[in-house]
């Protein structure tokens, strides 16, 4: 507990503040205003959004290379561009999982809005207690590190498509059905509803915990990443919760054109590689975070343009 309240005192009490209350007010200001009567988002409208989330994140970037140096805002466009990256295997999922459970395109967003709040928290927390962690024990550096090498190696090997998502083999979704009935009506967008005159959760609720669960494990990828980047928890949190909230935006406009990206998880796998190996020689060997840029930005650039220039091959498919 002292070591996290020092990471947190490590920035102005009034730095956290204001960041929360800009993201909490984006978030109201999305789901009161914009998304207030629920409907199918368009890609035109999702690539719009995109462009507001990057933007905000460039801005505050800005912001911070003005406030704490250069070193701090490449650590914020370097841990913001990694977790950008791990997103997309995020929304790979959303599709299976959205396609498993036959949710309308209308109730989608609601499902994102609220699994993206509790990923927010759940980030906070992982982030918060992991710089902690490492301020004691600087080894755990190398686990992680370790941890990510065999992550990018097994993410690059060739696996089995993963074409279903059983909700029957989710720990938390069994657990949950077993304290808790659930109705069969989809509840026109809600998560609670009465059926036979009791209290149910609708099937949307159920596709909530799944996209919650998945996020947890997508959750352990990242942090070691992020925390391989800097070591500051303000610059590691508040560049995962940005790329996390245009998480929802980049869903809608990726759905449906996922095969432009296909050469992505190989650039990811490399760049997890990268950052293992970077924790692991720290020690020995200086990779200022202007180099890791430089690598992150370069094998995310080669991947997509090889997977726009490169065409699949027909015969394959």
Same mark, same amino acid.
């Given at each position: 507990?002292?070591? =996290?309240?020092?990471?947190?005192?490590?920035? +102005?009490?009034?730095?956290?503040?204001?960041?929360?209350?800009?993201?909490?007010?984006?978030?109201?200001?999305?789901?009161?205003?914009? *998304?207030?009567?629920?409907?199918?988002?368009?890609?035109?409208?999702?690539?719009?959004?995109?462009?507001?989330?990057?933007?905000?994140?460039?801005?505050?970037?800005? =912001?911070?290379?003005?406030?704490?140096?250069?070193?701090?805002? *490449? *650590?914020?466009?370097?841990?913001?561009?990694?977790?950008?990256?791990?997103? @997309?295997?995020?929304?790979?999922?959303?599709?299976?999982?959205?396609?498993?459970?036959?949710?309308?395109?209308?109730?989608?967003?609601?499902?994102?809005?609220?699994?993206?709040?509790?990923?927010?928290?759940?980030?906070?927390?992982?982030?918060?207690?992991?710089?902690?962690?490492?301020?004691?024990?600087?080894?755990?550096?190398?686990?992680?590190?370790?941890?990510?090498?065999?992550?990018?190696?097994?993410?690059? =090997?060739? *696996?089995?498509?993963?074409?279903?998502?059983?909700?029957?083999?989710?720990?938390?979704?069994?657990?949950?059905?077993?304290?808790? +009935?659930?109705?069969?009506?989809?509840?026109?967008?809600?998560?609670?509803?009465?059926?036979?005159?009791?209290?149910?959760?609708? +099937?949307?609720?159920?596709?909530?915990?799944?996209?919650?669960?998945?996020?947890? @494990?997508?959750?352990?990828?990242?942090?070691?990443? @992020?925390?391989?980047?800097?070591?500051?928890?303000?610059?590691? /949190?508040?560049?995962?919760?940005?790329?996390?909230?245009?998480?929802?935006?980049?869903?809608?406009?990726?759905?449906?054109?996922?095969?432009?990206?296909?050469?992505?998880?190989?650039?990811?796998?490399?760049?997890?590689?990268?950052?293992?190996?970077?924790?692991?020689?720290?020690?020995?060997?200086?990779?200022?975070?202007?180099?890791? /840029?430089?690598?992150?930005?370069?094998?995310?650039?080669?991947?997509?343009?090889?997977? @726009?220039?490169?065409? +699949?091959?027909?015969?394959?498919?």
């Amino acid at each position: 507990m002292p070591l =996290l309240l020092a990471v947190i005192k490590s920035m +102005p009490f009034w730095a956290w503040g204001g960041f929360f209350l800009f993201i909490t007010a984006m978030l109201a200001l999305d789901l009161g205003v914009f *998304q207030r009567k629920a409907h199918e988002m368009k890609m035109r409208e999702a690539l719009g959004w995109c462009v507001v989330w990057i933007t905000l994140a460039l801005a505050f970037d800005g =912001l911070l290379w003005w406030w704490r140096g250069p070193d701090a805002g *490449q *650590q914020f466009l370097a841990g913001y561009l990694v977790e950008l990256c791990l997103s @997309v295997d995020n929304v790979f999922v959303f599709i299976l999982v959205f396609a498993y459970f036959k949710v309308a395109p209308v109730w989608q967003h609601r499902v994102l809005f609220w699994g993206i709040i509790g990923a927010v928290l759940m980030r906070a927390a992982f982030i918060l207690v992991g710089v902690s962690v490492i301020a004691r024990f600087h080894w755990v550096l190398y686990l992680f590190g370790a941890f990510l090498v065999y992550t990018g190696v097994k993410m690059a =090997l060739p *696996q089995k498509a993963e074409n279903e998502i059983d909700p029957e083999h989710n720990v938390a979704v069994r657990f949950f059905r077993k304290y808790f +009935p659930v109705g069969p009506d989809p509840g026109n967008g809600h998560f609670f509803g009465h059926h036979e005159g009791r209290r149910v959760a609708t +099937p949307l609720f159920i596709v909530l915990i799944v996209i919650e669960t998945t996020d947890l @494990v997508f959750a352990l990828d990242s942090l070691p990443a @992020v925390l391989a980047i800097t070591k500051s928890g303000f610059v590691a /949190l508040t560049s995962n919760i940005f790329a996390i909230l245009g998480l929802r935006s980049l869903y809608f406009a990726l759905n449906g054109v996922m095969q432009l990206f296909r050469f992505l998880k190989v650039g990811l796998a490399v760049i997890l590689v990268f950052i293992g190996v970077k924790m692991l020689v720290e020690h020995w060997v200086e990779i200022t975070t202007a180099v890791s /840029l430089g690598v992150i930005g370069g094998v995310l650039a080669t991947s997509i343009l090889m997977s @726009v220039l490169i065409r +699949p091959d027909p015969e394959r498919n």
